[in-house]
């Protein structure tokens, strides 16, 4: 069966459109646009219309945690003690707890505009250590999540090896990460044979940082299961520290040893390319890879500011990411990734593209283009042939009203705190009507319900 929406106004492939009728096939994909459509038949949608967002880089786990680690420490406080706080959350999450953070993270997550998320899961095995009798459990829990909330999902396994560069063994913390390449590629093969034939699913692979996997490790792990992923991902160069261990290790930076190591195109997904010189900002630009920024977990880690005015110049693909659900909101990434640069450069405007002179509308269209890369699915535009999964926004609201077009996507990303996203449909079945999921309080209740049992 086929559905047709129609809206007063949307943005399409074609940029805003006026009385758009979209045309939803029985397998949730976009099968026609019209702009200037009658309205006939169709189910009226009351407001703008623009794609929903990938949320390019999620660790689920981490929402139990929000907030625990902004207390300081005597000896001073870095991302490597917020790791170390992270570790001991994580240290006790089981599966059913980890379905039931994932759930109202999700839920969280469309209800503020994302309609896909990357699960970038490196918690894989039980708190011994030893796998679970299912390899893949973990992740599991979280595609379950996705498909019982609505949200699109693109599981990306990590591969975790050692606990930094040189193969230094991994600590006691790390244990429920660590797999050599056959138990990774167990976990990747079951991803897979469960998300066969759904069209909300991909899988790729996450060799998580080079601190963690080497360079014949990352080799084995991509010559094994690198032609069954849609997409790679991996942690580049977040923390100054770790450029500094990778050049005295290997007498290079990060992501110039990626670079020359590996064949950089779209397929790859540099998550936090917080660190690079002009020569590696344009080369990665220039490749068709998207950095994956998270500009809310960036600031909050102290990781630095990503070089986005140079690196955006130079036609560079990006996504954004909640990373460590610090924020939930597209609009506080979008937001930041501006401020980084007008705070630091003493500028405006400055990541406004040649398209457009609209910077919230030209952040807008580019994070939905290389998120929708990133995760490997046909999603972020509102055309035929991609999914069909969109949000309508409140025309009404105070933040919206009397904006049009790329001056109303200005004003979403530029003005306030309250959330205009009124309905959200992804693969063209509603999951968020009038603001409110469905399911919003039984999960709200298990979340409270695990994170009793996580601090009991
Ligand atoms: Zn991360």
């Known amino acids: 069966m086929s559905l047709t929406y129609w809206c007063p106004a949307a943005l399409t492939a074609d940029g805003w459109r006026e009385a758009v009728s979209i045309a939803v096939d029985a397998t949730g994909r976009i099968d026609r646009v019209?702009?200037?459509?009658?309205?006939?038949?169709?189910?009226?949608?009351?407001?703008?219309?623009?794609?929903?967002?990938?949320?390019?880089?999620?660790?689920?786990?981490?929402?139990?945690?929000?907030?625990?680690?902004?207390?300081?420490?005597?000896?001073?406080?870095?991302?490597?003690?917020?790791?170390?706080?992270?570790?001991?959350?994580?240290?006790?999450?089981?599966?059913?707890?980890?379905?039931?953070?994932a759930r109202q993270l999700y839920v969280e997550m469309l209800k503020a505009g994302y309609t896909s998320v990357g699960e970038f899961q490196y918690l894989h095995h039980d708190v011994d250590g030893k796998p679970y009798h299912d390899p893949a459990e973990m992740t599991l829990q979280c595609l379950?999540?996705?498909?019982?909330?609505?949200i699109g999902f693109t599981a990306l396994p990590v591969l975790y090896r050692y606990g930094g560069f040189g193969a230094a063994a991994a600590n006691e913390g790390q244990?429920?990460?660590?797999?050599?390449?056959?138990?990774?590629?167990?976990?990747?093969?079951?991803?897979?044979?469960?998300?066969?034939?759904?069209?909300?699913?991909?899988?790729?692979?996450?060799?998580?940082?080079l601190r963690a996997v080497s360079g014949e490790l990352l080799d084995e792990a991509l010559a094994a299961v690198g032609d069954r992923a849609a997409v790679v991902h991996i942690h580049i160069a977040?923390?100054?520290?770790?450029?500094?261990?990778?050049?005295?290790?290997?007498?290079?930076?990060?992501?110039?040893?990626?670079a020359q190591h590996v064949n950089l195109d779209e397929r790859w997904c540099l998550v936090h390319a917080t660190h690079m010189t002009a020569d590696e900002t344009r080369r990665v630009a220039t490749s068709g890879a998207v950095a994956g920024l998270c500009p809310t977990t960036e600031a909050n880690l102290g990781d630095?500011?990503?070089?986005?005015?140079?690196?955006?110049?130079?036609?560079?693909?990006?996504?954004i990411g909640s990373d460590s659900q610090v924020s939930v909101s597209p609009v506080e990434e979008l937001r930041w990734l501006e401020y980084g640069v007008r705070l630091s450069t003493g500028t405006r405007n400055a990541l406004a593209s040649d398209d457009t002179p609209h910077t919230g509308q030209s952040l807008f269209d580019r994070a939905l283009?290389?998120?929708?890369?990133?995760?490997?699915?046909?999603?972020g535009s509102i055309e035929v042939g991609a999914r069909a999964d969109f949000l309508v926004l409140d025309g009404e609201h105070p933040r919206l009203y009397a904006r049009r077009g790329?001056?109303?996507?200005?004003?979403?990303?530029?003005?306030g705190n309250d959330n205009p996203v009124r309905d959200v449909f992804v693969g063209g079945r509603q999951v968020v009507e009038a603001g409110r999921h469905p399911r919003e309080e039984p999960i709200a209740r298990d979340y409270r319900r695990a994170l009793d049992q996580l601090n009991a």
């Open 34 to 101: 019209e702009a200037g459509a009658r309205r006939d038949g169709a189910t009226v949608l009351g407001g703008p219309v623009v794609p929903g967002m990938a949320n390019l880089h999620s660790h689920a786990h981490q929402r139990a945690m929000t907030g625990l680690a902004e207390r300081a420490s005597r000896r001073g406080d870095s991302f490597w003690t917020w790791r170390e706080a992270m570790y001991r959350t994580v240290e006790r999450v089981q599966p059913d707890q980890l379905g039931a953070i």
């Open 304 to 319: 630095g500011f990503f070089n986005a005015a140079d690196y955006l110049a130079a036609g560079g693909a990006f996504g």
């Open 238 to 258: 977040e923390q100054r520290r770790e450029v500094d261990d990778c050049i005295a290790f290997c007498g290079r930076r990060p992501v110039e040893w990626l």
């Open 406 to 415: 790329p001056a109303l996507v200005d004003s979403w990303i530029f003005s």
């Open 175 to 209: 244990r429920r990460f660590v797999n050599d390449v056959d138990g990774f590629a167990r976990i990747v093969e079951r991803l897979i044979a469960e998300t066969r034939g759904n069209p909300d699913a991909a899988v790729g692979i996450a060799p998580h940082s």
């Open 369 to 379: 283009a290389g998120g929708a890369r990133a995760l490997g699915r046909r999603t």
């Open 144 to 150: 379950a999540a996705a498909m019982a909330t609505g």
